[in-house]
């Protein structure tokens, strides 16, 4: 107790100063105001003093003289000095020295008189008050003490029962009942409560339970009571054990616990007379019985979850009944309550958010809340709270909103003046109601209308201080959203108001927000509360009840249906939906119709399902084959397109989530956004276009959107203008179009990885085609400012973005048009004058002006060397034009206006259609009609202005620098390498890519062609671009995927009808080719406007062309065919199927064509299914089509009359300028000859045409590279050169042999036995070749190949009857003939051997896995060397029977087996003398050429008739010429042999120098008769 210690100076000096100093301590002391600390000091200043007098260092009468002043100092003193005597009565009787207990004994003595004894009996020890003599005897005294405590304690008389004391019970309740309205305080009642207890013995503990009684019923009086119980209560603990009895009373079963306990039991706890956790031990249930409860109610939700999707049996349906039944009777003995919801609620009731907030914190989720009461309660509170905030930022315009009287509480939440108020507690409450907000669906209203107002401030604050809150807050409003207004919607029965009203609010929230709240609502609230679980169940099981009877009859009832469902759970309805959608795709067109009842939110909703769907990793986007996108993703696709068309649902997430799977290399989503592109704009992308349709896709935007499509696309308006926002809003039609472009080939090297080829390709073709789609959405929809501002300039497209060159024009070629036209309006307001020809020549300034950039700009695409060839500005004029600047499809648009009258007079005659809506139809379609007249009368301007442009820019497209070439010969040649290197370079970078781009870019390139050559563009050869189209399609049928072979097959098409329209008409090709620049044969150092007559193709020689260019097609289609590759055969089907129009057109190669693909659909009928659908489809049309096919000989001229024989070599055509460049060395050329009549020959019978009409190999060498090879100075001097060897060798030739004109003879009898009706049956057994008979005959076909290819001279072999006869004449003169020819020893019959030699063929054109260029250039280039320029220049007339003789002599050389070498020199040698000698008799090749340009037909006819086509000649002179002609036509083609199959390299150079001079001698007489021979053929 000694916190104080006197100084020992004080001690010692105590009379003079210490006792002073003493004093005016205590005196300090006492002042003090430290509320009861300055007793604590006084009693330790007086016992410091009373120890040193114990001690005996202090005077006892000194001490006791201070102590005597110090009771004067407080009224209180005696008692303090008394408890520093009981302190040290203790102290000095537990001490050994007796000398202080004396000391103290005498100083408690001493002090009597002043402190009163009273005190000193309660606080000193019996035995002390014994030895001061204040009592007698200590033990007496305690006897007394122990009774006086029983009485007190034991034996005191308190009334507790109100029977026991019913007049004081009954005074106390009258007074606690009395009215208290008026003066009446709890204090005046407490002091007559005192005055009862005391009066009639009451027990205060009863009283308090009295009060308590009291309150209950009296609850209203909250303040009087409360002040009344805190001033008469002085123990807490207390008032919580009475309340705590009267709850306990109340948990006995089926009691229930009333309001007013809870009420006054929550203002005591308000009011902090109790604590909680005292009271919370007293109620009813446990928490853990609680915690039990909650899991017990789930696993039942689960499990009636689980009931209403299982398939259920009757009987098991009985069974259920009965537990049921159980469960309910079980049910009827209710528990007691639950005490702690019933505090919580009167908690809630008076604004005790805390103590509520502690209890519900003990419980589980959402548990309290669900019971209705608790949840209106907590309702309530919030609406206090929200109040004032609502009234300034959340209510409506003109609304009054419903009056909240704040709680009388003071101690209740502050109501929130600013959305920063709202955390303090109001988030805080919504959170614990969670999806029971449901329950007040005003509130619901109030806390969105709240969310909006502050997105209405968030939007617009840009305060940086102020920036971070509002950030805060709108987390805050997103988890309210999550948490607590979602559920709730879910839980409200079909209220489409809430529905709408949350859209609100969620419409302000970015689309990555809503739909992470919708993901959250759809996957994880349904599992947090047992109620939701059991909507969720419900909601599936009536989803299921709708879907099951959703048909297109009953789409509106069942529409309704579906809107009630989905405006509170449309995330668990939708998600069923598009289950159902997956399996079943028939189901779209009605869902998609049933869904117009839907709210916006249910709207936006549907899209994020949408895509959850379409992004679910757990489904497969492949079928099991791995070869097909799996159906339920084009389903999914399907019903975007028609949703998103016909309900105006944000875009922006879908089409963000396919931006993202493109930017992960994924691109079977680009089907969704093809779909969606499709229906919203209404642009198709289909390679099944009929031609009408393909038509209307070359006009204006009108007749497209009236004939370009399937569907007629209507209504599109307003779905592709929000397409068009969505797009430009997020900033994604620009990236959407860069990684469609780019993924192309991602596609293909990234993404295909294992994937099948089959669906590579289709994903390149969906990307192609979405790319293609896409484009043309924003070229026709962006305005020209957005368009420019977003596409990039095109070397920053190719060399930045990568985008391949194609794509990089397609999006580029709008904005050129844009900038053109734009430049054009600008120049025509500048400049007015309104002459044509004004405004042509602005139109093409403005051209200059835009395209300048461009032209510039493409010098990076390529090396530097591709622009010696092709200039950058016919580059870029090609892919900047399209089929819209070309030409106007004029059909197209009187078809469409036809329509358009015929509907207006069917509105007209329709009596049944109202007057009013009859002529809202009419002006429509009147209007409809005017808009394409206009539209059609603009275009044609267009095209004016656009080929005169490009009448003023061809001289300067592919116009090589000729300036530079210092001689003729250099010029020579870069003349023709140019030509070359310019045709290849064009197909390379720019035809081939475009072709396959597009339908419309395939008929473009087609018409670009044709366009190219009416302008007459110099330099351009046209018969060398259509001769490597049509040469080589192997390659490039091959390499297309699916979609590319119908554009490549579209394209072949266009350029087979221009071709087969030149074909057709001599005066067509006359008036459209001759005189035509890409028509010249013979190439000049002067004049490119197409030279003279002589420099050209003719007619007969361009049909013969034309059959070299089907046979060529024939011959890559059967090789396709053949191949047994998936990819070749479906391509050249569809390439096929889509040239039929056009090929085939001769009758043989389409039979050649009927049997492989009668045999792919006999291969492939079970393996392949497509392809044997394909291949029936094109057989049956093909089939459809033979009645259009016509025999060769009529396709092209085979038969000639006799008379008018004219020398191959003297026609200009292809087939006199295929000589090589040098044209100098007869060895080299013989050479190439042999090795193509060694090819030719090899293939056998079937073949169905001859050198002649190869004759357009000229244009082809053997990389491609080959052009028209020699100018007309060359092919004079060489000319001359033959001439001149040729009548040498007649002079030393005198007649025929006889055994020639005997074979001859027995020929010509045979022949005119055989009906001229054998000639199709003969044809067609050539096709028709039986397999066995092919495998019978192939050892020894391949025995004679060798000696075919060294004997053969180019011409192709007869038919088999043909044959048959020179057999049966040779064997009768084998002995005589053998300097000649060598026997033919077959034993195989006529047809085996004609079926052998077409096998043997057949095989070749198998081994060649392409006709490249090379085979292609080798076969048909050279062939007319040998005997058409060379040997058939020389006669004057060359009868029918000569033909005759010279096939038969090759037949003879071609079954020549076993022969040795020596023989074969020295019978070549013994020919070309005979040779010599009939050289003598034949005109001059310069004659020949003039009698040419009289329109003597050539003899390549001759050559290339059919045997059975022949006229019987009977005089005997005609047939020794014949005899003549086809010796010398044998030695010349035995020359060639020698050097290449010998090895012995004979060089002409010699021979040809010293015969020069003897040529220009004879030139003049060889004149001569060619005039006279001229006229015997006239």
């Given at each position: 107790m000694a916190t104080l210690i006197l100084p020992g100076e004080w001690i010692k000096n105590w009379e003079k100063s210490g006792k002073h100093e003493f004093v005016q301590l205590c005196k300090g002391l006492t002042e003090k105001t430290d509320h009861g600390s300055e007793v604590r000091d006084i009693q330790a200043a007086l016992y410091e003093l009373c120890w040193q007098v114990v001690q005996g260092n202090l005077k006892l009468d000194l001490a006791t003289s201070v102590l005597g002043e110090m009771m004067e100092l407080r009224d209180d003193m005696p008692s303090i000095l008394a408890d520093v005597f009981s302190i040290l009565d203790l102290e000095t009787s537990a001490l050994e020295e007796k000398i202080k207990r004396e000391h103290y004994t005498s100083l408690v003595g001493a002090c009597l008189f002043f402190v009163p004894e009273v005190i000193l009996k309660e606080r000193l020890d019996p035995e002390t008050?014994?030895?001061?003599?204040?009592?007698?005897?200590?033990?007496?005294?305690?006897?007394?003490?122990?009774?006086?405590?029983?009485?007190?304690?034991?034996?005191?008389?308190?009334?507790?029962?109100?029977?026991?004391?019913?007049?004081?019970?009954?005074?106390?309740?009258?007074?606690?009942?009395?009215?208290?309205?008026?003066?009446?305080?709890?204090?005046?009642?407490?002091?007559?409560?005192?005055?009862?207890?005391?009066?009639?013995?009451?027990?205060?503990?009863?009283?308090?339970?009295?009060?308590?009684?009291?309150?209950?019923?009296?609850?209203?009086?909250?303040?009087?009571?409360?002040?009344?119980?805190?001033?008469?209560?002085?123990?807490?603990?207390?008032?919580?054990?009475?309340?705590?009895?009267?709850?306990?009373?109340?948990?006995?079963?089926?009691e229930e616990t009333p309001k007013s306990l809870y009420h006054i039991a929550a203002a005591l706890l308000h009011h902090n007379l109790i604590e909680l956790e005292d009271l919370y031990v007293h109620l009813m249930?446990?928490?853990?019985?609680?915690?039990?409860?909650?899991?017990?109610?789930?696993?039942?939700?689960?499990?009636?979850?689980?009931?209403?999707?299982?398939?259920?049996?009757?009987?098991?349906?009985?069974?259920?009944?009965?537990?049921?039944?159980?469960?309910?009777?079980?049910?009827?003995?209710?528990?007691?309550?639950?005490?702690?919801?019933?505090?919580?609620?009167?908690?809630?009731?008076?604004?005790?958010?805390?103590?509520?907030?502690?209890?519900m914190d003990q419980m589980p989720s959402f548990y309290a809340t669900s019971h209705k009461a608790i949840a209106l309660a907590l309702c309530q509170l919030v609406h206090l709270t929200v109040d004032p905030l609502y009234r300034r930022s959340g209510l409506p315009k003109g609304a009054k909103g419903r009056v909240i009287h704040p709680l009388r509480n003071k101690r209740a939440p502050r109501p929130a003046e600013n959305f920063e108020d709202l955390r303090r507690d109001t988030f805080s409450m919504m959170c614990y109601l969670g999806p029971h907000l449901s329950h007040d669906a005003i509130l619901f209203a109030k806390i969105v209308r709240l969310g909006k107002g502050f997105m209405k401030e968030y939007q617009i604050e840009n305060r940086p201080d102020a920036r971070e809150k509002m950030e805060t807050l709108l987390s805050c409003f997103l988890c309210i959203a999550d948490q607590v207004l979602l559920p709730s919607l879910s839980l409200m029965e079909c209220n489409a108001c809430m529905s709408e009203e949350v859209w609100g609010l969620f419409k302000l929230f970015p689309y990555q927000h809503r739909y992470r709240l919708y993901g959250q609502w759809k996957n994880e609230t349904y599992t947090s509360h047992p109620l939701l679980v059991k909507v969720k169940a419900t909601t599936v099981e009536r989803a299921k009840y709708i879907m099951k009877r959703?048909?297109?009859?009953?789409?509106?009832?069942?529409?309704?249906?579906?809107?009630?469902?989905?405006?509170?759970?449309?995330?668990?309805?939708?998600?069923?939906?598009?289950?159902?959608?997956?399996?079943?795709?028939?189901?779209?067109?009605?869902?998609?119709?049933?869904?117009?009842?839907?709210?916006?939110?249910?709207?936006?909703?549907?899209?994020?399902?949408?895509?959850?769907?379409?992004?679910?990793?757990?489904?497969?986007?492949?079928?099991?084959?791995?070869?097909?996108?799996?159906?339920?993703?084009?389903?999914?696709?399907?019903?975007?397109?028609?949703?998103?068309?016909?309900?105006?649902?944000?875009?922006?997430?879908?089409?963000?989530?396919?931006?993202?799977?493109?930017?992960?290399?994924?691109?079977?989503?680009?089907?969704?956004?093809?779909?969606?592109?499709?229906?919203?704009?209404?642009?198709?992308?289909?390679?099944?276009?009929?031609?009408?349709?393909?038509?209307?896709?070359?006009?204006?935007?009108?007749?497209?959107?009236?004939?370009?499509?399937?569907?007629?696309?209507?209504?599109?308006?307003?779905?592709?203008?929000?397409?068009?926002?969505?797009?430009?809003d997020h900033e994604l039609a620009l990236p959407l179009c860069l990684l469609m472009a780019q993924q192309r080939n991602g596609v293909v090297f990234l993404e295909s990885g294992e994937k099948h080829l089959k669906l590579v390709g289709h994903l390149y073709d969906q990307c192609h085609d979405t790319l293609v789609q896409f484009g043309g959405f924003l070229a026709s929809n962006l305005s020209t400012e957005d368009y420019i501002k977003r596409v990039p300039s095109i070397d920053i497209l190719c060399n930045k973005f990568h985008t391949p060159h194609d794509a990089a024009f397609f999006l580029s070629r709008p904005m050129y048009a844009h900038q053109i036209l734009s430049k054009y309006d600008e120049l025509k307001k500048a400049e007015k004058g309104n002459r044509q020809q004004q405004k042509v020549h602005k139109y093409v300034a403005a051209c200059e002006t835009v395209m300048t950039p461009v032209h510039e700009a493409v010098m990076s695409l390529h090396p530097a060397r591709v622009w010696d060839d092709i200039r950058p500005q016919f580059y870029a004029t090609f892919w900047s034009l399209t089929m819209y600047d070309l030409a106007v499809p004029h059909s197209a648009y009187d078809r469409e206006v036809n329509k358009l009258k015929v509907q207006i007079k069917a509105i007209e005659d329709n009596s049944e259609i109202p007057m009013n809506k009859k002529k809202k139809e009419k002006e429509r379609c009147t209007a409809l009609q005017e808009k394409l007249q206009e539209e059609e009368k603009k275009q044609l301007e267009h095209v004016q202005r656009v080929l005169h442009r490009l009448k003023l820019e061809k001289d300067n497209w592919l116009l090589a620098s000729m300036q530079e070439k210092q001689s003729f010969q250099e010029f020579k040649v870069t003349k023709e390498s140019t030509k070359n290197e310019t045709i290849t370079k064009f197909l390379q970078l720019c035809l081939f890519p475009r072709c396959i781009f597009s339908s419309i870019d395939a008929v473009y390139c087609a018409r670009f062609v044709e366009l190219v050559h009416q302008q007459k563009?110099?330099?351009?050869?046209?018969?060398?671009?259509?001769?490597?189209?049509?040469?080589?399609?192997?390659?490039?049928?091959?390499?297309?995927?699916?979609?590319?072979?119908?554009?490549?097959?579209?394209?072949?098409?266009?350029?087979?009808?221009?071709?087969?329209?030149?074909?057709?008409?001599?005066?067509?090709?006359?008036?459209?080719?001759?005189?035509?620049?890409?028509?010249?044969?013979?190439?000049?150092?002067?004049?490119?406007?197409?030279?003279?007559?002589?420099?050209?193709?003719?007619?007969?020689?361009?049909?013969?062309?034309?059959?070299?260019?089907?046979?060529?097609?024939?011959?890559?289609?059967?090789?396709?065919?053949?191949?047994?590759?998936?990819?070749?055969?479906?391509?050249?089907?569809?390439?096929?199927?889509?040239?039929?129009?056009?090929?085939?057109?001769?009758?043989?190669?389409g039979q050649a064509l009927e049997c492989r693909v009668h045999k792919i659909c006999l291969e492939e009928k079970d393996k392949r299914p497509d392809l044997y659908a394909l291949a029936m489809g094109y057989s049956g049309r093909l089939k459809s089509h033979k009645a259009h096919m016509v025999p060769e000989n009529e396709f092209h001229h085979k038969e000639q009359p006799a008379r008018s024989a004219t020398p191959a070599s003297l026609q200009n055509g292809p087939g006199s300028?295929?000589?090589?460049?040098?044209?100098?060395?007869?060895?080299?050329?013989?050479?190439?000859?042999?090795?193509?009549?060694?090819?030719?020959?090899?293939?056998?019978?079937?073949?169905?045409?001859?050198?002649?009409?190869?004759?357009?190999?000229?244009?082809?060498?053997?990389?491609?590279?080959?052009?028209?090879?020699?100018?007309?100075?060359?092919?004079?001097?060489?000319?001359?050169?033959?001439?001149?060897?040729?009548?040498?060798?007649?002079?030393?030739?005198?007649?025929?042999?006889?055994?020639?004109?005997?074979?001859?003879?027995?020929r010509e009898k045979l022949r005119d036995e055989r009906p001229g009706k054998e000639e199709r049956p003969a044809r067609e057994g050539k096709e028709k070749t039986p397999k066995a008979d092919r495998e019978k005959v192939k050892a020894e076909e391949k025995s004679s190949k060798d000696d075919k290819a060294k004997a053969g001279n180019g011409e192709p072999a007869e038919p088999s009857r043909e044959r048959d006869a020179t057999k049966e004449s040779k064997s009768k003169e084998k002995g005589e003939r053998s300097a000649v020819t060598a026997t033919i020893k077959s034993p195989i019959p006529r047809s085996e051997s004609a079926e052998s030699e077409r096998d043997h063929k057949r095989r070749k054109l198998d081994?060649?896995?392409?006709?490249?260029?090379?085979?292609?250039?080798?076969?048909?280039?050279?062939?007319?060397?040998?005997?058409?320029?060379?040997?058939?220049?020389?006669?004057?007339?060359?009868?029918?029977?000569?033909?005759?003789?010279?096939?038969?002599?090759?037949?003879?050389?071609?079954?020549?087996?076993?022969?040795?070498?020596?023989?074969?020199?020295?019978?070549?040698?013994?020919?070309?003398?005979?040779?010599?000698?009939?050289?003598?008799?034949?005109?001059?090749?310069?004659?020949?050429?003039?009698?040419?340009?009289?329109?003597?037909?050539?003899?390549?006819?001759?050559?290339?008739?059919?045997?059975?086509?022949?006229?019987?000649?009977?005089?005997?002179?005609?047939?020794?010429?014949?005899?003549?002609?086809?010796?010398?036509?044998?030695?010349?083609?035995?020359?060639?042999?020698?050097?290449s199959s010998g090895g012995k390299k004979e060089s002409r150079h010699d021979k040809e120098k010293s015969e020069k001079k003897e040529k220009r001698d004879s030139s003049g007489k060889e004149e001569k008769k060619h005039h006279k021979s001229s006229d015997k053929h006239r």
């Open positions: 008050l014994e030895s001061l003599g204040l009592i007698k005897q200590a033990h007496q005294f305690n006897q007394k003490i122990v009774k006086i405590k029983t009485k007190l304690f034991y034996k005191q008389q308190k009334f507790n029962l109100l029977r026991e004391e019913n007049e004081g019970y009954a005074k106390l309740i009258t007074e606690l009942g009395q009215d208290l309205s008026g003066s009446i305080t709890s204090h005046l009642v407490l002091e007559s409560i005192k005055s009862l207890i005391g009066c009639f013995n009451l027990d205060p503990n009863r009283v308090l339970d009295i009060i308590l009684e009291v309150y209950e019923s009296r609850s209203d009086q909250d303040e009087f009571f409360l002040s009344l119980i805190k001033s008469y209560m002085c123990e807490p603990l207390t008032l919580c054990h009475i309340l705590g009895f009267k709850f306990k009373f109340y948990q006995e079963p089926n249930p446990v928490d853990a019985t609680i915690v039990e409860e909650h899991k017990r109610d789930i696993t039942e939700a689960k499990q009636i979850a689980r009931k209403l999707v299982m398939v259920v049996l009757p009987s098991e349906k009985s069974e259920d009944k009965d537990k049921e039944k159980e469960k309910e009777e079980e049910k009827n003995d209710k528990p007691p309550d639950n005490q702690k919801l019933g505090l919580l609620e009167a908690l809630l009731r008076i604004g005790d958010w805390h103590h509520a907030q502690s209890i959703l048909t297109k009859e009953n789409v509106k009832q069942s529409g309704r249906q579906i809107g009630k469902l989905s405006h509170s759970n449309p995330t668990i309805l939708f998600d069923y939906m598009l289950s159902q959608i997956q399996w079943y795709d028939n189901l779209i067109v009605p869902v998609v119709d049933s869904l117009k009842y839907l709210t916006s939110l249910n709207y936006d909703v549907l899209a994020y399902c949408i895509i959850e769907a379409l992004a679910n990793p757990e489904k497969e986007k492949m079928k099991h084959d791995d070869t097909t996108i799996s159906s339920w993703l084009q389903s999914l696709a399907s019903l975007c397109g028609a949703v998103f068309r016909k309900y105006p649902i944000e875009l922006a997430g879908l089409l963000q989530y396919v931006t993202n799977q493109l930017k992960a290399g994924k691109s079977f989503d680009l089907l969704i956004l093809k779909e969606v592109v499709q229906k919203m704009a209404g642009i198709e992308i289909t390679d099944e276009m009929t031609s009408e349709q393909l038509e209307a896709m070359t006009g204006g935007e009108q007749l497209k959107a009236e004939g370009g499509y399937f569907g007629q696309i209507r209504n599109t308006k307003k779905s592709s203008q929000r397409l068009k926002d969505a797009l430009l563009t110099p330099n351009f050869c046209t018969l060398l671009c259509y001769d490597r189209v049509f040469s080589a399609i192997i390659y490039t049928v091959a390499s297309c995927t699916e979609n590319e072979s119908h554009r490549y097959g579209r394209f072949l098409c266009c350029m087979l009808e221009t071709v087969t329209r030149w074909h057709s008409d001599r005066a067509i090709y006359e008036k459209e080719c001759v005189n035509y620049p890409g028509f010249l044969t013979i190439f000049r150092a002067t004049g490119f406007d197409g030279g003279n007559k002589a420099d050209q193709l003719d007619y007969e020689n361009f049909r013969h062309v034309v059959h070299k260019w089907h046979y060529m097609l024939t011959k890559a289609s059967v090789h396709c065919l053949e191949t047994g590759d998936y990819t070749h055969i479906r391509n050249i089907l569809i390439v096929l199927t889509k040239i039929l129009p056009c090929y085939p057109k001769v009758l043989n190669l300028t295929g000589k090589p460049v040098s044209g100098t060395s007869k060895t080299d050329e013989g050479t190439s000859e042999e090795g193509d009549r060694g090819k030719d020959k090899a293939q056998g019978t079937t073949k169905p045409v001859n050198k002649a009409n190869s004759a357009a190999a000229k244009v082809t060498t053997s990389n491609g590279n080959g052009a028209l090879n020699s100018t007309k100075a060359v092919k004079e001097r060489d000319d001359k050169e033959k001439s001149g060897k040729e009548k040498k060798e007649k002079k030393e030739k005198t007649a025929g042999s006889t055994p020639e004109t005997k074979a001859e003879s027995r081994s060649h896995s392409s006709p490249s260029h090379s085979s292609s250039v080798k076969d048909n280039s050279n062939e007319p060397k040998d005997s058409t320029s060379k040997h058939h220049a020389n006669y004057n007339s060359v009868s029918r029977s000569k033909s005759r003789e010279r096939e038969t002599e090759k037949k003879e050389s071609d079954g020549t087996q076993g022969r040795s070498k020596e023989k074969k020199e020295e019978k070549e040698r013994k020919e070309r003398k005979r040779d010599h000698l009939i050289n003598e008799r034949e005109p001059s090749l310069e004659s020949k050429r003039r009698k040419d340009e009289n329109g003597t037909n050539s003899s390549k006819n001759s050559k290339s008739e059919s045997p059975s086509c022949d006229s019987p000649l009977s005089t005997e002179k005609e047939k020794t010429k014949r005899s003549k002609s086809s010796s010398k036509e044998k030695t010349d083609s035995v020359k060639p042999e020698r050097t």
